[in-house]
């Protein structure tokens, strides 16, 4: 007999949580969404990234680290080859498509950037699709720009920029009552 074995079932229910944001809607049927499942030592070196940024983009970026440390499981979406899609729409801050693929791409920031803001809100649908996933399964989640960016920063997935949604099973979840180390306050948890 197997006693508390629901946990064994996180990194499948993982799979189905991609499953959805890769079906979610996409602008025009032009899929630019990037899926990845963290697993073993990954969770850790994007972990210790968000860390070492956590001076430079914000102390909550600790506070994050040590949830994904602390999930079942990680997932990431991200997005790769933004290209406008000849909407001209002006969202993206030009006037035109063509304008906005004459512009070279951000280096230094966690993303690159100017992304087309179709596709931006393509990832955001396949964010909450998959958010909702997890959520119809019971799997208490968060999305967080700091673990994507940091997984950008570091160069270990190939998107344009990313964000992750850590996965826990546990009777309360480990995603609320959470506060910001600080200088002042490096115990605060």
Known sequence: MKVNCEKEAVNQMALEILAAARTAPKAKGFDSIVTYL???DEVETVA???ENLSGKLGSFFSRDAENLRNSDAVVMIGLKDSKPLGLNCGTCGFD????FKKTEKTKEPPFTGPVCSVKSVDLGIAL???AAKAKDMCLDNRIMYSAGAAACKTGMID?????????SLSGKSIYFD????TAANPMKK
């Open 128 to 130: 909450g699709a998959a």
């Open 48 to 50: 210790a990234a968000m």
């Open 178 to 181: 959470r506060a910001e180390r």
């Open 38 to 40: 963290l697993e073993g």
């Open 159 to 167: 998107v344009e920029c990313a964000y992750a949604i850590p996965l």
């Open 96 to 99: 035109t498509c063509a304008d």
